[in-house]
């Protein structure tokens, strides 16, 4: 990739963009619905994460064009005497960009504005069905401190 890559918050112009990336690959594909236009609640989505000074949804561009996503989301604790901590969540790349770098370039920018937030840890989760993604997120340094729990509600 000879441009450099930027990034930015996402706006409401980059939405459909960004719900195509999410639902292009196995798993986003039985669980997002991209289909024009958007349903109305990725719009509200969209529009609480945007209006919420502890979340940014921040989209990778190549040029114009956006190429990556991630939402950052920020969180006071009581625990670690009272640190913040950043949630990386809905990492998602191109499919003609995989394996180029973008991903990479994703994560070391979120920790990077983590650590301008005074956040004291970057957590994240991964859907074990994803073998790929786990060892991605291990050559970046994460370690499989915790064992994560969901409720689907």
């Known amino acids: 990739m000879e441009k450099e890559i930027t990034f930015r918050n ?9 719900v195509e990336m999410l639902s292009d690959d196995v798993l986003g594909s039985k669980r997002e619905d991209y289909r024009q236009p958007l349903p109305n609640s990725y719009i ?36 670690h005497q009272g640190g913040w901590r950043a949630t990386i969540e809905g990492v998602r790349t191109s499919s003609s960009v995989r394996g180029k770098g973008v991903g990479t370039k994703l994560i070391q920018w979120a920790i990077r504005r983590a650590q301008a937030r005074g956040c ?28 994560g729990m969901k409720l689907k509600l």
């Open 10 to 18: 996402a706006t409401a112009a980059d939405l459909d963009r960004i």
């Open 44 to 79: 509200e989505a969209f529009n609480a994460i945007e209006s919420d000074p502890n979340n940014e949804l921040v989209v990778a561009c190549y040029g114009n064009k956006v190429i990556g996503v991630q939402q950052i989301t920020f969180t006071p604790y009581i625990t």
């Open 120 to 147: 004291h840890l970057v957590q994240l989760t991964t859907d074990k069905k994803r073998d790929d993604a786990l060892r991605f997120y291990e050559k970046l340094g994460f370690k499989a401190t915790h064992e």
